[in-house]
T-cell receptor, first 115, second 112 residues
C-alpha cells in the first residue's frame, strides 16, 4: 500500500511569492495534518483537517492556509513567503483522532527553500 | 516553548548493544505518546505508541516506558543495528485533535 505522498519534493521560491504543497493520505485515512520542520528541530503543528473541516490550528500566521478535498487529499498554501518559511513541510495522515484510532503516519515532506 | 534547540544530544552505542533514549514531556494532561525515527532527508517514521493508561508497551525489538509521575518517556532498542542510526523524537498529544508536540530529538549513532 502507498504511504502518505507529498509533492513537490523540493522547491525554491523567492521572498514574497506564494507556494502550494500537496498531500495524498494513506488510503482510507480521513484526517490530514500539516507540520513544519525547521532544520535541527522537531516538527511543529500547523493544521489538522478531518472530513474536509479544519479541526485544529497551530501558532502560525494567517499567511498559512490549507484545505481538504472530498477525496481526503489536502493542500497547504503559504502566501508572502519569508526567508524563515524555509523548512521541510510534512503531511501526516490518520484514520481520525489519534487518541481513538492511534498512529499518525508522515510523508517524506516537501523541502521549501526561500531565497 | 514547543520546540527546542538546534544542538541534538547524541547517544553513541556499539552494534549489538541495547539503547535507551529518554524524553521529558511537557504536559501532565497528555494522554497519548508516539516515538518517531527520522533519517536524514526523510519524514518521521512511526515506531511505537503508548497511551497514558499504560506504563509499558513492547514492539519488535523496541519497548516504550511511560512514567507519568515524573513526565518521562523512554525508548529501549534491543540489539541495536547500524540501520537504527537516526534522530529519534518523542511526541505527546493532549487529545481533542491530532496536534503532536515533539521533543528535542536525540541522535543515535551505532558503531560497528
Amino acid at each position: 500500500d502507498a504511504g502518505v505522498t507529498q509533492s513537490p519534493t523540493h522547491l525554491i521560491k523567492t521572498r514574497g511569492q506564494q507556494v502550494t504543497l500537496r498531500c495524498s493520505p494513506i488510503s482510507g485515512h480521513k484526517s490530514v495534518s500539516w507540520y513544519q520542520q525547521v532544520l535541527g528541530q522537531g516538527p511543529q503543528f500547523i493544521f489538522q483537517y478531518y472530513e474536509k473541516e479544519e479541526r485544529g490550528r497551530g501558532n502560525f500566521p494567517d499567511r498559512f492556509s490549507a484545505r481538504q478535498f472530498p477525496n481526503y487529499s489536502s493542500e497547504l498554501n503559504v502566501n508572502a513567503l519569508l526567508l524563515g518559511d524555509s523548512a521541510l513541510y510534512l503531511c501526516a495522515s490518520s484514520w481520525g483522532n489519534i487518541l481513538n484510532t492511534g498512529e499518525l503516519f508522515f510523508g517524506e515532506g516537501s523541502r521549501l527553500t526561500v531565497l | 516553548g514547543e520546540s527546542v534547540g538546534l544542538h541534538l544530544p547524541t547517544l553513541s552505542v556499539q552494534e549489538g548493544d541495547n539503547s535507551i533514549i529518554n524524553c521529558a514531556y511537557s504536559n501532565s494532561a497528555s494522554d497519548y505518546f508516539i516515538w518517531y525515527k527520522q533519517e536524514s532527508g526523510k519524514g518521521p517514521q512511526f515506531i511505537i505508541d503508548i497511551r497514558s493508561n499504560m506504563d509499558k508497551r513492547q514492539g519488535q525489538r523496541v519497548t516504550v516506558l511511560l512514567n507519568k509521575t515524573v513526565k518521562h518517556l523512554s525508548l529501549q532498542i534491543a540489539a541495536t543495528q547500524p540501520g537504527d542510526s537516526a534522530v529519534y523524537f518523542c511526541a505527546e498529544n493532549t487529545g481533542g485533535y491530532n496536534k503532536l508536540i515533539f521533543g528535542a530529538g536525540t541522535r543515535l549513532a551505532v558503531h560497528p
